[in-house]
């Protein structure tokens, strides 16, 4: 079975967010955390699985740059303060999908067509792009090495998450108090007619 990778992407996108903290960070001054162009307002009304879907339906990129989006972000993470949160993550995965379509692919769109794809206006995007080159350094070249690690984490991490849904899925509920009250309540029915 083959995986797409803009699904392994997503998942592990979506476990980061929820644990807070990624296995790439660094030390962070959670009480002085850098507030970013990355930072919205708000948290965004669309999951990062449907946010991954959009750009994955609608701009046309190759698989490989959903894996250079992942190690870009690996990056970006690491800068000093920079936390990982649900204000965040739509900006910083459009920014680095955006280098990473840029970067690695021979056709690609305008900022114009990638901000409507990421609903935000023209000029964030460009603010976004900037920041997102400032943040890794102008280093958008990743190695097959670096390439091959980000893949296998993302396999790694996809395999495991399959793992715990299919746990948590298959596990039967707990029964009630009243459930159990009501066997023993039977059971002693039971006992007085013997």
Known sequence: MSLDYWKLLARALEQAVARQSLSWTSTVNIFNPVISPFDSKGIPGISIYSYVERIHKHAGCSDSCFILA????????????????????????????????????????????????GGVELDEINILESSMLTLLQYQLFVDQEVYSKSLKKLNLQFRESEKEEKIRSGLKPLRTIASIESIQTIASNNEAFE
């Open 70 to 117: 992942y190690t870009y972000i690996e990056r970006a993470v690491n800068s000093p303060g920079f936390i990982l949160s649900r204000q965040n993550i739509h900006r910083l995965l459009l920014a680095a999908m955006l280098l990473a379509i840029k970067f690695n692919d021979d056709v690609y769109a305008n900022n114009k067509s990638y901000a409507l794809i």
